[in-house]
C-alpha cells in the first residue's frame, strides 16, 4: 500500500489549507483512514479519523476547525484545516488503521503545514 500526502505550504494564522492523502494498493472504500501530525521534538498524534461509513471523529485540538472527509471514487482522504494557529505547525501524514485505531503502514514523508503568527 502507497499512501501520498500532498497540499501542506506556508500559511499565516487565521488562515486555510486543504491537504490529500491518496491511497493504491489497497481496497480504499474499505478502510478506517486517519490524518496524525508530528510536530519538531513531539510525538506523532493523530488528530481525525474517518470511517469506511464516513463517521468522523477528531481531536480536542482541532475540533471545529479540521473537517476530514473522502472521496473513495479518487482514492483519497482529505483534510481541510481551518483558522490555522501557529501550533498546528507540523508535518502531517495520513495511514490506514485498524478497528482498534492503531496505524496499519509505515510512513511516508507527510506534507509540511508551517503556521506563521
Known amino acids: 500500500v502507497q499512501l501520498q500526502a500532498s497540499g501542506g505550504g506556508l500559511v499565516q494564522a487565521g488562515g486555510s489549507l486543504r491537504l490529500s492523502c491518496a491511497a493504491s494498493?489497497?481496497?480504499?472504500?474499505?478502510?478506517?483512514m486517519g490524518w496524525y501530525r508530528q510536530a519538531p521534538g513531539k510525538q506523532r498524534e493523530l488528530v481525525a479519523t474517518i470511517t469506511s461509513g464516513e463517521t468522523t471523529n477528531y481531536a480536542d485540538s482541532v475540533k471545529g476547525r479540521f473537517t476530514i472527509s473522502r472521496d473513495n471514487a479518487k482514492n483519497t482522504v482529505y483534510l481541510q484545516m481551518n483558522n490555522l494557529k501557529p501550533e498546528d505547525t507540523a508535518v502531517y501524514y495520513c495511514?490506514?488503521?485498524?478497528?482498534?485505531?492503531?496505524?496499519?503502514?509505515?510512513w511516508g514523508q507527510g506534507t509540511l503545514v508551517t503556521v506563521s503568527s
Open positions: 495511514n490506514r488503521l485498524t478497528h482498534q485505531g492503531r496505524s496499519i503502514d509505515s
Open positions: 494498493g489497497t481496497i480504499f472504500s474499505i478502510n478506517f
